[in-house]
């Protein structure tokens, strides 16, 4: 993918100032709030089953994050998502944390059963829970050695017939018939909390204005790598307080030139047979 | 209106530490507790129906703030809202996102029906809503280009009898009679989430000093925009993380001198058949 | 102690990266996990009642913060702790704003009869309201004037009996025999918040790695005092808002030879009859 079309999404995002609908944890709601800010785009959180369905379709899109999930907000998701299909808005499910608990895998399960997801992301423990695949998760933000991430992304296609990008050192985005790589990033962001969180809400705010699913969030985590890389150069080794500020300047700063110098994202489509 | 007098409820509010009850939203808790922590005030969060009216008891004023309102926060805010009213120390309330959907907008009338607001601070278009004036939101966190603040916070006094502050690039603060303007602050406060809560916070911490409440209010938005302009100062240009951390800073150190140099607030007393 | 046998039990957290499980505050849960995940450990934060046990289990330590309890947190303590128990990973229990109002204080009596504690933190204030000594608190973050922590903590072990940490200008910890006293730290972690329960949640990494509980938790004392020493000596006065980033910087990077210069942890035994 040429740096070009992540750059005219990214400028389309900054225009329009998209409204993100985030029913998300708490954990990470401000950061997340602040990272859509820094972006361009506009969040809203709003997880009261009273008001979930009504904020959703006065959005332009939504995200389900189910970092610290409990059964008014797990009610509220539905009405949310039920309100973003009807309205025909991307919707992004990020399962924070699935296969530590069965509350989580499950909860997962039935959004997915009960709403049109557009794109489910998570890392690679969290994306093979939810799909039965073999795997282990520890916690909701630690890293997964698991670089096998294609391959992950893959099978839990097949599993869940729903695309599906699983980030890691190397994204891996796909919908069964393309695969989007994407190697951009930095290690940093596994030491600060809510960094997932925010990718799944910068694609979100990226598929209001790409055509097309696969490669709106392609494009969406080349330019977060392209972030933290960014991030990191300024923060130099100070340490993880530092590069989460840096990481949200960043995301208000980087533009087309550090996505032309930087940005690393590969297209594969399968043939028949693979 | 003189930056002596600022100053004087800024060394105020300092000295005594006044203990400020937010009942909030999970976005800006943290940043706002650290927001009144480095002005030199005292925050408690704390919204279960089980403590409110307890907590509200033991406090020198109370913010209800409806950003990530549900069912149980707001009787908490009732709660807390009455047993603040019985107290007599003031009640800010926070309209975030009212008219964005019809939950916000009933809560805040409900909320304005059964307690004693000192103040109503939002937006001009979270106010207009409320007041049912004409206007457009979207989102709470999204700038609005109304700069007709003044309009708006006089017509919503006249449809609400409540005093009001509309923040924006003028914040206008009216109880009717009396009109102040205050032209200070900085755009990048739009760029970073909870500004406008934390503006209500420290309005709470002013009135918790001040005799007057428009004047009160008047102060705390000047000091607030002034810290704002040294934050984007020490900030220069590197973007809203570096902002977000220096406005902490600037809360902490702006000053008599900072105030004597940058502060511009006005009042104007409006006389018969205005 | 010896900063060789602080140092050993931080190269431990690191290694290991156990999981905490949190059920905490919201105002604190962002910076709680920043500060965990800075340090090396691995954080959850997980409150529902559908599955607290469930990540109880598989966790290696518990902490339960009362910060903005409400009733299905404090059932999802309650079931968290039991499991905690059975399972005999440590238990840190913080009272955060005990004292403020009955709801707080009957809370943390509750668990305490419910659950086996490995440690009670709070601040002087805290503590006392806890135990029913004599004191006064005044919100949840502000600091307390009273420096006798020593005796606090100690008449508090009587009352109570439950190990216990008072953290202040001098923190102290007991469990009636031994006295450890840290004296590290620095001011402006009154400055910010959520410092306190941040202290409460190290101390339950370390006890992951330390056979003893005392003298765990006065090494994680001792190298997060260290490490607030270290980020004002970076934030050099600029204020909260920086302090906050490097501190989170400090607890990423301080290691052996910071803490062999800097800490200051002292044992005492009590004999008979004093």
């Known amino acids: 993918m040429e740096s070009k079309e992540v750059s005219a999404f990214l400028e389309a995002v900054r225009e329009r100032a998209p409204l993100i609908h985030n029913i998300t944890n708490t954990v990470v709601s401000n950061f997340n709030a602040n990272g859509l800010l820094a972006l361009g785009a506009s969040p809203v959180m709003a997880n009261a089953v009273e008001e979930a369905a009504d904020m959703a379709l006065n959005s332009?899109?939504?995200?389900?994050?189910?970092?610290?999930?409990?059964?008014?907000?797990?009610?509220?998701?539905?009405?949310?998502?039920?309100?973003?299909?009807?309205?025909?808005?991307?919707?992004?499910?990020?399962?924070?944390?699935?296969?530590?608990?069965?509350?989580?895998?499950q909860t997962v399960h039935e959004l997915l059963k009960d709403i049109k997801i557009s794109i489910l992301r998570g890392n690679a423990a969290e994306i093979a829970?939810?799909?039965?695949?073999q795997s282990q998760i520890k916690g909701v933000d630690s890293a997964v050695d698991n670089k096998d991430t294609v391959r992950i992304a893959l099978e839990a296609f097949q599993a869940l017939q729903v695309p599906v990008a699983v980030t890691g050192p190397k994204d891996a985005i796909t919908d069964g018939d393309t695969i989007y790589t994407v190697e951009n990033g930095h290690s940093m962001l596994t030491?600060?909390?809510?960094?997932?969180?925010l990718s799944s809400a910068i694609i979100a705010a990226f598929l209001t204005v790409s055509p097309n699913?696969?490669?709106g969030a392609a494009?969406?985590?080349?330019?977060y790598?392209?972030?933290?890389?960014?991030?990191?150069?300024?923060?130099?080794?100070?340490g993880p307080g530092t590069f989460q500020v840096e990481l949200l300047n960043a995301l208000y700063h980087v533009g087309e030139m550090e996505?032309?110098?930087?940005?690393?994202?590969?297209?594969?489509?399968?043939?028949?047979?693979e």
């Open 219 to 223: 494009a969406a985590l080349g330019f």
């Open 259 to 273: 996505m032309k110098q930087q940005i690393n994202i590969y297209k594969e489509v399968r043939t028949e047979g």
């Open 129 to 133: 829970a939810v799909a039965g695949l």
């Open 191 to 197: 030491r600060i909390t809510g960094s997932g969180c």
């Open 225 to 238: 790598g392209v972030s933290a890389e960014r991030a990191e150069g300024y923060a130099s080794m100070q």
């Open 60 to 105: 332009d899109a939504l995200v389900l994050n189910i970092g610290t999930l409990e059964a008014s907000q797990v009610e509220a998701m539905h009405l949310a998502g039920k309100a973003a299909n009807e309205k025909g808005i991307p919707v992004v499910l990020d399962p924070v944390g699935a296969g530590a608990t069965s509350y989580r895998t």
């Open 213 to 215: 699913t696969l490669e």
